[in-house]
C-alpha cells in the first residue's frame, strides 16, 4: 500500500516538459511507499496545417504592412489575433495578401478524437523515453475531461509539430508525403499516420508492461483521500486543479506550480500560457488557494532565469531528450535529426537553453536552487489578464532575481544529485 502520492501533471510535449519529468523521475524513483503518477492534458489540434518557413515569413511582412499599429506581428502571428473583419476592413486588399494574413486568423480546431490521437502518440513518446531512463514500466493517464474546458490560445497555423521530432525516417518519409495530398485525403491520411505510429510505440521492446490510458478522476480522488501525503508538480492549465477544490481533495493536496508572471509585455499571449489556457479556472484556482494543503508558484520569469548546457541535458537524458531539444529548442528539420545529420555534440555543444518546468520542479526538489527565495504575489484582474504583483502576503511564490547558465557539469552534478536523494525529503513528502 502506498503512503504517498507525486502527481506529474503537464501537456509533456516539448523539451523542458521532459526535463522536469525526468528530474521527478529521478528524485522519487529511491523513495519507500511513493506512487508517481503522470497525468497527462491534451491540447486541441488541426490536421493538416503546414504553411511553409516562407509563407509565415511573408506573413509577417503583410502584418507590419497592413497592421503597423497592433505591436509585435509575431505575437499577432502565433496568438492568430487578426480576425476576418480586421481582413474585410482593409481597402483594397490583394488576393496574395489575403492569402497570406488568413494565416494569422486562428483557424477552427479538429474535431475531438484528432486531440486524443495526438495526445496518445506524445503520451507513448513519453512513455519511449522514460524507458530509457528506468527500467520500471509506466501508466501514463490522459486528462481528456480537461479537452472540454480548455482552449488552446496557439494559433495552429504556426504551433510546433512537437510529434515530428522523436519519428523515425521512415515515419517522416510517410508524413511528408501524405502532406502533398490534396487537403480533405490529407487529413484522413494523417489520422491512419498516427495511429500506425501510435502501434510502433505501443509495441517496441522497452514500453512493454507500459500503458497509456484515460485518467479516471474518480479514482484519482480515492488515491488522494486514502494517501499519507499528495504532492502535485503542475506545468499545464489549473483546470484539474479547479476539480479538486470543487470535488472536495484540495486540502489534502501540496502544489508546486510553473504558472503566472509579472510582466504582460513578456507574454506571447494575453496571459501567460499556462493561465491562457483556462483562465476561468486559474482565477478561481487563486482565488481558492487556500484550500490546498499547500500552494506555491514559479512565474515565468523565475522559470526562465536558467539556462542549461544542452550537452549536459543530451548527457543525463540521452538521445530521447536531445532529440526533442534539437526540434524545439534549435528548430531543426525533423528529418535531419531522425537521421543524425544534426546533433548536440556537433552543432550545438556550447549552446544553453531556458528549461522553464525543469527549473520550476528544482525550486522544490532543490533548497535554494539557484538563489531561489519565497516570497508573496498577490493577483491583479487587468481586462481579463491575471497578473502578479509582489506583496508581503498572499500566494506563496518562488523568486529567482539573477539569471544564470549551467555549464555541461552543473547540469549533471544538479540532475545526479536528484538520484543520489540529496533532494528535501521535507518539502515532497
Known amino acids: 500500500m502506498y ?31 511513493t506512487r508517481l503518477l503522470w497525468i497527462v492534458e491534451p491540447r486541441q489540434v488541426s490536421f493538416g496545417l503546414s504553411p511553409t518557413k516562407e509563407q509565415q515569413d511573408k506573413c509577417e511582412e503583410v502584418v507590419k504592412k497592413h497592421f503597423p499599429t497592433r505591436g509585435n506581428p509575431w505575437k499577432i502571428l502565433f496568438g492568430g489575433l487578426l480576425s476576418e473583419s ?15 494574413l488568413q494565416l494569422a486568423v486562428k483557424p477552427s ?45 496557439v494559433n495552429l497555423n504556426f504551433h510546433y509539430k512537437e510529434e515530428l521530432a522523436a519519428r523515425s525516417v521512415d515515419e517522416l518519409m510517410s508524413y511528408q508525403d501524405i502532406m502533398n495530398e490534396p487537403f480533405a485525403q490529407r487529413v ?56 479538486f477544490i470543487q470535488r472536495g481533495v484540495a486540502s489534502h493536496v501540496r502544489c508546486h506550480l510553473q504558472v503566472g508572471s509579472y510582466d504582460p509585455s513578456a507574454n506571447l499571449f494575453p496571459n501567460q500560457f499556462n493561465i491562457s ?74 549552446q544553453a537553453c531556458p528549461m522553464p518546468d525543469l527549473t520550476a520542479f528544482l525550486c522544490a526538489l532543490i533548497p535554494k536552487f539557484n538563489g531561489a527565495t519565497l516570497g508573496y504575489a498577490q493577483v491583479d484582474d487587468d481586462n481579463g489578464a491575471l497578473i502578479f504583483r509582489r506583496e508581503g502576503s498572499g500566494i506563496p511564490m518562488y523568486d529567482i532575481m539573477d539569471n544564470r547558465t549551467l555549464k555541461e557539469t552543473e547540469v549533471v552534478a544538479t540532475l545526479s544529485s536528484l538520484a543520489a536523494g540529496k533532494d528535501m525529503p521535507e518539502l515532497v513528502l
Open 86 to 100: 480586421d481582413l474585410n476592413g482593409i481597402e483594397e486588399l490583394s488576393t496574395h495578401d489575403r492569402e497570406l
Open 277 to 350: 489556457l483556462n483562465p476561468k479556472a486559474a482565477r478561481f484556482v487563486f482565488n481558492h488557494f487556500a484550500e490546498f494543503s499547500e500552494f506555491a508558484v514559479v512565474p515565468s520569469h523565475a522559470a526562465q532565469s536558467t539556462k542549461y548546457s544542452l550537452a549536459g541535458l543530451k548527457h543525463e537524458g540521452g538521445r530521447c531528450l536531445e532529440r526533442r531539444v534539437l526540434g524545439f529548442n534549435c528548430r531543426e528539420d525533423p528529418l535531419k535529426i531522425a537521421e543524425k545529420q544534426v546533433t548536440i555534440e556537433k552543432d550545438y555543444p556550447n
Open 109 to 153: 480546431y479538429g474535431p475531438k478524437q484528432d486531440a486524443i490521437l495526438h495526445r496518445r502518440l506524445t503520451a507513448w513518446d513519453q512513455v519511449t523515453c522514460m524507458a530509457g531512463w528506468s527500467k520500471a514500466s509506466v501508466e501514463i493517464l490522459m486528462d481528456l475531461e480537461s479537452l472540454d474546458e480548455i482552449e488552446n490560445p
Open 3 to 33: 503512503q504517498n502520492v507525486v502527481i506529474y501533471y503537464n501537456d509533456s510535449v516539448d523539451s523542458d516538459n521532459l526535463a522536469a519529468a525526468m528530474a521527478l523521475m529521478r528524485a522519487m524513483e529511491t523513495r519507500p511507499n
Open 188 to 243: 484522413e491520411s494523417l489520422r491512419g499516420w498516427y495511429r500506425r505510429c501510435i502501434e510502433r510505440a505501443e509495441t517496441r521492446p522497452e514500453n512493454h508492461g507500459s500503458s497509456v490510458r484515460p485518467l479516471d478522476f474518480n479514482s484519482l480522488r480515492d488515491a488522494i483521500q486514502t494517501a499519507g501525503s499528495v504532492r502535485f508538480f503542475g506545468g499545464a492549465s489549473l483546470t484539474i486543479l479547479q476539480r
